[in-house]
């Protein structure tokens, strides 16, 4: 039998007797050397997984980019022509590029290749005929398991035999509450995972009881093992930014070859140079309309985001993915741990009478009230409250006490509820055992229904029960009646479908509901007597518990919905418990407009996009299933980010355009999918995570802007000196030297920006829209003519008054820094005035600027930088004039701002705010 075979096979269908004969496996385990040789045909019982990448894989990846390859190119040119210097510049730049984005995502890197650790312990097996322990990764097909309560099932097994088996298996199907287990349970072929109560799944954990199980699945051939190489297997989805970035990077390809081999014919045909001479004329076209220095100042940009996005409690894993949230147009959420606490919590009590109290808190930590009609109930002060408090913390089995400052808790998430919820009321399990002694306990099993204890009072034997509303409903008695008769056991019967029917419409909320009761036994009991059915006992009332909202989750989905963007939960839970959290969420309010796993295996492809595009539910989802639907919301044009913690959540965040796992209780296999890790678990930090990813996006553009316009100004220049019949109005060393050097230092410092603080007021951008929409398009045209104009102008004035090329050149130089100096300011708001930003909201800005003209001032006094650059110093007065001329792209950019407000009607306060200077 091989993995393949193994996976085909729904063991749980199977009779045990044809399984044991189908496996080769008898009661007595298998003998060691068969175990050897299955080991040596399956091999060892790990997942798959992909090995970390190596350093010099992380730093190749950084040459992936369409925008490296331009520049790659244009350094072969320049080497082919023999332009040394250019090409050294420019490999500078890309080497430059690969050292900062590699060593951010090594970084990230070395922590999250922890896949193997889900199977990483020893277990407990049979045989020949004795249990002994061994690695979990040498267990095979046949072994019989053993586990017991705190045990990681460590393969597939079909469970032989069962003694109150509660297995957790929340990391596969996303199930709050454990999982109840039978071996004698039968079911088909087409029943789901979290229904399978006759089998245990790799990876789970046992809360309660002991079992014995076949091994009918190892390694990939587990489910946990299957959704792992969905993960290796599934291709993911391309980040925002690298979509936009490919389509912009293909438009400047084509632009600039565009441009170079028109201006290289016109030079042949129209003024007779050589065709030598133009190519070399169109390489240095190239070198000034490609932005080299954009490859490093997005790296920085994405850096400085990160750095940002990890204060907030963000991990990025892949740069790229930085602005990625704040480009999504839709949050596909877990629900179990990711918008809840995925801690049971008792929510609400009622008592016989109908009485009904309200239980505040999330989780197990004890901190809240007990309210009834917004009025708090104090400690002590109801007598039937205090019985069931009582009752509570002594039928448990669960601990919950403070320590250095901090809550431990350790048991069955229903015993801590419990116990969280006494507290509140303020009973303490210590406390009630010092003064209740127990003596004897029933168990808690899924054949029975109930748990009871049962403690020595004074001259008799108290039981307290806890359990399933309709068996413990069973056990009490109602007002007893010194002559029962007809009338009086039916007034019995209506009272106890009563107490039904409440129970009913708590579940209907979503609720967990039990029932508590106490009794009395007249005779004393000890330990080592069989404890008596508890009978005739006295009910108490109902808890109803569920898995709580996280603090600050539904604040966050009502900001997600402020900013654009849409909220969907897609959980592996029943239906009635996805409604009622989801109503707290305002996603959804009533049973239809929850979709369930069920119907979305009989939808077709175009069934579940449409199901995509309205529906805000999905429950009973299987895993794959969640891919389907990830993959369907891409379809009908989402930037979609999915949010999970679990194994059963790994296949989709894989497949997203943004995969966000959480980082707390999240699982190896979920964060290893994922490009964000929420550190603290809380999906209110995705708002933030939005935000940052917004502010990161804008600064790019802002980066993207500067470099384009200024390149473009640089084109716009050349070609008016070309049809002018001009010399060449600067050199191509001098090109570089302002692209890399001194706009290189600016646009760095613009990458460090502030939030503008209106991010989140504004929707995500259009998935389809380019990085060069109508606005970019509008301002680097107004830019690059203006800059472009007066620098020709200023050129061909100063050959005209008789001044050298050299000289010209020198002062051309200056001035266009002079523009990329005052530019930036422009380029700080695409919409406001560059008068409304104060530049010392910006240090870094500020400081770029400055070291940037330093820098290019100092240069023109130093004999090397003379030499290389061919530069000298200019008088105050030279330099004076300059500025001024610089001052005019300013001026033409707020004039631009404000036509574009007032065309677009922004000059209000739900927009940009623009408000005119003047």
Same mark, same amino acid.
């Given at each position: 039998?091989?993995?393949?075979?193994?996976?085909?096979?729904?063991?749980?269908?199977?009779?045990?007797?044809?399984?044991?004969?189908?496996?080769?496996?008898?009661?007595?385990?298998?003998?060691?050397?068969?175990?050897?040789?299955?080991?040596?045909?399956?091999?060892?019982?790990?997942?798959?997984?992909?090995?970390?990448?190596?350093?010099?894989?992380?730093?190749?990846?950084?040459?992936?980019?369409?925008?490296?390859?331009?520049?790659?190119?244009?350094?072969?040119?320049?080497?082919?022509?023999?332009?040394?210097?250019?090409?050294?510049?420019?490999?500078?730049?890309?080497?430059?590029?690969?050292?900062?984005?590699?060593?951010?995502?090594?970084?990230?890197?070395?922590?999250?290749?922890?896949?193997?650790?889900?199977?990483?312990?020893?277990?407990?097996?049979?045989?020949?005929?004795?249990?002994?322990?061994?690695?979990?990764?040498?267990?095979?097909?046949?072994?019989?398991?053993?586990?017991?309560?705190?045990?990681?099932?460590?393969?597939?097994?079909?469970?032989?035999?069962?003694?109150?088996?509660?297995?957790?298996?929340?990391?596969?199907?996303?199930?709050?509450?454990?999982?109840?287990?039978?071996?004698?349970?039968?079911?088909?072929?087409?029943?789901?995972?979290?229904?399978?109560?006759?089998?245990?799944?790799?990876?789970?954990?046992?809360?309660?009881?002991?079992?014995?199980?076949?091994?009918?699945?190892?390694?990939?051939?587990?489910?946990?093992?299957?959704?792992?190489?969905?993960?290796?297997?599934?291709?993911?989805?391309?980040?925002?930014?690298?979509?936009?970035?490919?389509?912009?990077?293909?438009?400047?390809?084509?632009?600039?070859?565009?441009?170079?081999?028109?201006?290289?014919?016109?030079?042949?045909?129209?003024?007779?140079?050589?065709?030598?001479?133009?190519?070399?004329?169109?390489?240095?076209?190239?070198?000034?309309?490609?932005?080299?220095?954009?490859?490093?100042?997005?790296?920085?940009?994405?850096?400085?985001?990160?750095?940002?996005?990890?204060?907030?409690?963000?991990?990025?894993?892949?740069?790229?993915?930085?602005?990625?949230?704040?480009?999504?147009?839709?949050?596909?959420?877990?629900?179990?741990?990711?918008?809840?606490?995925?801690?049971?919590?008792?929510?609400?009590?009622?008592?016989?009478?109908?009485?009904?109290?309200?239980?505040?808190?999330?989780?197990?930590?004890?901190?809240?009230?007990?309210? =009834? #009609? %917004?009025?708090? *109930?104090?400690? /002590?002060?109801?007598?039937? $409250? @205090?019985? !069931? +408090?009582?009752?509570?913390? &002594?039928?448990?089995?669960?601990?919950?006490?403070? =320590? #250095? %400052?901090?809550? *431990?808790?350790? /048991?069955?998430?229903?015993? $801590? @509820?419990? !116990? +969280?919820?006494?507290?509140? &009321?303020?009973?303490?399990?210590?406390?009630?055992?010092?003064?209740?002694?127990?003596?004897?306990?029933?168990?808690?099993?899924?054949?029975?229904?109930? +748990?009871?204890?049962?403690?020595?009072?004074?001259?008799?034997?108290?039981?307290?029960?806890?359990?399933?509303?309709?068996?413990?409903?069973?056990?009490?008695?109602?007002?007893?009646?010194?002559?029962?008769?007809?009338?009086?056991?039916?007034?019995?019967?209506?009272?106890?479908?009563?107490?039904?029917?409440?129970?009913?419409?708590?579940?209907?909320?979503?609720?967990?509901?039990?029932?508590?009761?106490?009794?009395?036994?007249?005779?004393?009991?000890?330990?080592?007597?069989?404890?008596?059915?508890?009978?005739?006992?006295?009910?108490?009332?109902?808890?109803?518990?569920?898995?709580?909202?996280?603090?600050?989750?539904?604040?966050?989905?009502?900001?997600?919905?402020?900013?654009?963007?849409?909220?969907?939960?897609?959980?592996?839970?029943?239906?009635?418990?996805?409604?009622?959290?989801?109503?707290?969420?305002?996603?959804?309010?009533?049973?239809?407009?929850?979709?369930?796993?069920?119907?979305?295996?009989?939808?077709?492809?175009?069934?579940?996009?449409?199901?995509?595009?309205?529906?805000?539910?999905?429950?009973?989802?299987?895993?794959?299933?969640?891919?389907?639907?990830?993959?369907?919301?891409?379809?009908?044009?989402?930037?979609?980010?999915?949010?999970?913690?679990?194994?059963?959540?790994?296949?989709?965040?894989?497949?997203?355009?943004?995969?966000?796992?959480?980082?707390?209780?999240?699982?190896?296999?979920?964060?290893?999918?994922?490009?964000?890790?929420?550190?603290?678990?809380?999906?209110?930090?995705?708002?933030?995570?939005?935000?940052?990813?917004?502010?990161?996006?804008?600064?790019?553009?802002?980066?993207?802007?500067?470099?384009?316009?200024?390149?473009?100004?640089?084109?716009?220049?050349?070609?008016?000196?070309?049809?002018?019949?001009?010399?060449?109005?600067?050199?191509?060393?001098?090109?570089?030297?302002?692209?890399?050097?001194?706009?290189?230092?600016?646009?760095?410092?613009?990458?460090?920006?502030?939030?503008?603080?209106?991010?989140?007021?504004?929707?995500?951008?259009?998935?389809?829209?380019?990085?060069?929409?109508?606005?970019?398009?509008?301002?680097?045209?107004?830019?690059?003519?203006?800059?472009?104009?007066?620098?020709?102008?200023?050129?061909?004035?100063?050959?005209?008054?008789?001044?050298?090329?050299?000289?010209?050149?020198?002062?051309?130089?200056?001035?266009?820094?002079?523009?990329?100096?005052?530019?930036?300011?422009?380029?700080?708001?695409?919409?406001?005035?560059?008068?409304?930003?104060?530049?010392?909201?910006?240090?870094?800005?500020?400081?770029?600027?400055?070291?940037?003209?330093?820098?290019?001032?100092?240069?023109?006094?130093?004999?090397?930088?003379?030499?290389?650059?061919?530069?000298?110093?200019?008088?105050?007065?030279?330099?004076?004039?300059?500025?001024?001329?610089?001052?005019?792209?300013?001026?033409?950019?707020?004039?631009?701002?404000?036509?574009?407000?007032?065309?677009?009607?922004?000059?209000?306060?739900?927009?940009?705010?623009?408000?005119?200077?003047?």
């Amino acid at each position: 039998m091989t993995y393949q075979s193994q996976q085909r096979q729904a063991w749980h269908a199977f009779k045990l007797p044809l399984l044991e004969q189908s496996l080769d496996a008898t009661p007595a385990g298998l003998s060691e050397s068969e175990a050897v040789a299955r080991l040596e045909k399956f091999g060892p019982n790990v997942l798959p997984h992909t090995p970390p990448p190596a350093w010099w894989q992380i730093g190749l990846r950084q040459f992936r980019s369409p925008l490296i390859a331009i520049l790659g190119v244009a350094a072969v040119v320049s080497v082919a022509i023999g332009e040394a210097t250019d090409a050294t510049f420019i490999a500078a730049v890309l080497g430059l590029n690969a050292l900062i984005g590699g060593y951010q995502e090594w970084r990230a890197e070395k922590s999250t290749q922890a896949l193997q650790q889900l199977l990483q312990f020893r277990v407990a097996v049979v045989r020949d005929d004795e249990v002994c322990e061994i690695e979990a990764e040498n267990v095979v097909l046949g072994d019989t398991v053993c586990l017991e309560s705190g045990n990681r099932v460590p393969a597939d097994l079909r469970l032989v035999s069962a003694h109150g088996l509660e297995i957790d298996e929340s990391l596969l199907t996303g199930e709050s509450l454990a999982s109840s287990k039978d071996p004698t349970w039968e079911g088909d072929v087409q029943t789901t995972v979290g229904d399978r109560r006759n089998m245990a799944f790799a990876g789970s954990i046992v809360v309660r009881g002991r079992a014995q199980g076949l091994v009918v699945a190892t390694g990939p051939a587990t489910h946990v093992g299957q959704l792992a190489l969905d993960v290796m297997s599934a291709i993911g989805g391309k980040p925002p930014l690298i979509e936009r970035l490919e389509r912009f990077t293909r438009v400047v390809a084509a632009s600039v070859l565009a441009a170079a081999c028109a201006v290289a014919l016109l030079g042949v045909v129209l003024h007779d140079h050589s065709v030598h001479e133009m190519f070399l004329f169109s390489v240095a076209l190239a070198v000034s309309a490609i932005p080299e220095g954009l490859p490093v100042a997005l790296t920085v940009a994405l850096a400085v985001g990160t750095a940002r996005m990890a204060r907030r409690g963000v991990i990025v894993r892949r740069l790229v993915a930085v602005e990625g949230l704040g480009s999504c147009t839709l949050i596909a959420s877990d629900k179990t741990g990711t918008l809840t606490c995925n801690e049971l919590t008792v929510r609400e009590i009622r008592l016989p009478t109908g009485e009904r109290y309200e239980v505040s808190g999330e989780g197990f930590v004890p901190e809240g009230q007990v309210t =009834r #009609d %917004g009025y708090e *109930i104090e400690t /002590g002060g109801h007598s039937e $409250l @205090a019985r !069931l +408090a009582c009752v509570a913390v &002594l039928c448990n089995e669960a601990d919950l006490h403070r =320590r #250095d %400052g901090k809550w *431990i808790w350790r /048991g069955d998430a229903v015993d $801590l @509820a419990l !116990l +969280a919820m006494a507290h509140k &009321l303020g009973w303490t399990r210590e406390a009630g055992l010092a003064s209740h002694p127990q003596v004897n306990e029933i168990p808690f099993e899924p054949e029975r229904q109930f +748990a009871a204890t049962y403690h020595q009072a004074e001259e008799a034997v108290d039981v307290f029960v806890k359990g399933a509303p309709e068996r413990v409903l069973a056990m009490c008695h109602w007002e007893p009646t010194p002559q029962p008769n007809e009338a009086s056991h039916k007034e019995v019967l209506q009272k106890v479908e009563e107490m039904l029917r409440l129970a009913e419409s708590m579940s209907q909320q979503g609720y967990r509901v039990l029932a508590l009761a106490e009794g009395t036994l007249p005779a004393r009991l000890d330990s080592a007597q069989v404890a008596p059915e508890p009978s005739d006992l006295i009910f108490l009332g109902f808890v109803g518990m569920i898995d709580p909202l996280r603090p600050g989750v539904y604040d966050a989905i009502r900001e997600c919905r402020e900013a654009g963007v849409g909220t969907c939960m897609i959980t592996g839970d029943h239906p009635v418990t996805a409604l009622a959290i989801s109503r707290d969420l305002d996603l959804a309010s009533e049973p239809n407009q929850v979709v369930t796993g069920s119907e979305l295996a009989k939808m077709s492809p175009a069934e579940m996009e449409a199901a995509v595009k309205t529906a805000r539910v999905f429950a009973r989802v299987a895993p794959r299933q969640k891919l389907e639907l990830v993959d369907a919301a891409r379809r009908v044009g989402h930037f979609i980010a999915v949010t999970g913690d679990g194994v059963n959540d790994a296949p989709a965040l894989r497949a997203a355009n943004i995969g966000v796992a959480m980082g707390k209780s999240g699982t190896d296999v979920a964060r290893e999918a994922a490009e964000l890790v929420i550190s603290d678990d809380n999906f209110a930090t995705i708002v933030t995570g939005i935000e940052e990813g917004r502010v990161a996006y804008d600064n790019v553009r802002k980066v993207i802007y500067l470099l384009i316009s200024t390149g473009a100004a640089e084109v716009v220049l050349v070609v008016l000196a070309l049809l002018a019949g001009l010399p060449l109005p600067l050199l191509a060393v001098q090109l570089l030297w302002l692209n890399l050097v001194t706009n290189g230092i600016q646009d760095v410092a613009l990458a460090f920006e502030p939030n503008e603080g209106d991010v989140l007021k504004r929707p995500p951008r259009p998935p389809s829209e380019n990085i060069f929409n109508r606005l970019m398009i509008e301002r680097t045209v107004v830019a690059a003519l203006v800059m472009g104009l007066v620098g020709f102008g200023a050129f061909w004035w100063m050959l005209r008054v008789g001044w050298s090329v050299a000289t010209a050149r020198n002062a051309l130089l200056l001035l266009m820094v002079l523009f990329e100096n005052i530019h930036i300011g422009n380029c700080r708001s695409e919409t406001k005035s560059a008068l409304r930003l104060s530049p010392f909201r910006s240090p870094f800005l500020l400081g770029g600027v400055l070291i940037a003209l330093l820098l290019h001032l100092g240069i023109m006094f130093v004999p090397l930088g003379q030499k290389v650059l061919h530069v000298e110093p200019l008088s105050l007065t030279t330099f004076a004039s300059l500025w001024a001329l610089a001052l005019s792209v300013f001026v033409a950019m707020e004039i631009h701002k404000w036509i574009w407000c007032r065309r677009e009607r922004c000059g209000n306060a739900s927009t940009k705010g623009f408000t005119s200077v003047g």
